[in-house]
């Protein structure tokens, strides 16, 4: 079972015995066929090292989302600026270009 090969193996981690020779200790202790054990980890150690390239593409793929927002964003305020900017140049009222009744 991967899982008990996995467990194994973070059990071994915990108490700070990575060598091979503890994994083949415990292994024989536990009747379970080290090559099994040796191919379920390294199919771990695989999906892990996929699980951390997933990671590092999500988290760039929302950093570029989150540039790309404030460049729309500060483009739209850019626009509304030039609109007010250029409606108030030309000698238009901003209400619609109706003197206010005072």
């Known amino acids: ?3 008990q090969a996995i467990g194994c193996f973070r059990l071994l ?3 700070g015995a990575t060598d091979p020779a503890s ?3 415990l292994t024989t202790s536990l009747s379970l066929p080290l090559t099994r054990v040796t191919s379920d ?5 695989g999906m892990l090292s996929k ?3 997933a990671k590092e593409l999500m988290a760039e ?3 570029e989302q989150r540039k790309k927002s404030a460049q729309r964003e500060a483009e739209k305020l850019k ?3 030039e609109a007010n900017s250029g409606s108030a140049s030309n000698g238009e009222l901003p209400n619609g270009g109706t003197p206010a009744a005072t």
């Open 1 to 3: 079972n991967k899982f």
């Open 13 to 15: 981690e915990l108490v």
């Open 23 to 25: 994994l083949e200790k």
């Open 41 to 45: 980890l390294a199919t771990y150690k």
């Open 51 to 53: 699980m951390t390239a």
């Open 61 to 63: 793929i929302i950093a």
């Open 79 to 81: 626009q509304q600026e």
